[in-house]
Nanobody, 118 residues
Framework: QVQLVEAGGGLVQAGGSLRLSCTAS????????MSWFRQAPGKEREFVGI????????LYADSVKGRFTISRDNAKNTVYLQMNSLIPEDTGTYFC???????????WGQGTQVTVSS
């Protein structure tokens, strides 16, 4: 099992930026793809993006493409979500998750809150 801890959330004005981090412990972090999800109040959890084990591949939801960037530093067991040009619709709780060998997400962080004011 991998323990995941997100950080970096907060309140930001529309047009601003935030960088979230997700630090892992417990297993070999560098062997797994990592994803970010978000959940707005009253809505279902939404996929934001994914990064491959070595950072060579990334994929983003259309709603964040061109504004958000996922990166990782395997030496620090950390994955990042750089969020630029934030809009109020980006408000929600952001979670990181580890993609297991089966393709399912086996481990989740506790989430960090992002609020974008208009």
């Amino acid at each position: 099992q991998v323990q995941l801890v997100e950080a970096g959330g907060g309140l930001v004005q529309a047009g601003g930026s935030l960088r979230l981090s997700c630090t892992a412990s417990g297993r070999t972090f560098s062997s797994y793809g990592m994803s970010w999800f978000r959940q707005a109040p009253g809505k279902e959890r939404e996929f934001v993006g994914i990064i491959s084990w070595n950072g060579g591949f990334t994929l983003y939801a259309d709603s964040v493409k061109g504004r958000f960037t996922i990166s990782r530093d395997n030496a620090k067991n950390t994955v990042y979500l750089q969020m630029n040009s934030l809009i109020p619709e980006d408000t929600g709780t952001y979670f990181c998750a580890r993609r297991g060998d089966s393709g399912e997400y086996d481990d989740w962080g506790q989430g960090t809150q992002v609020t974008v004011s208009s």
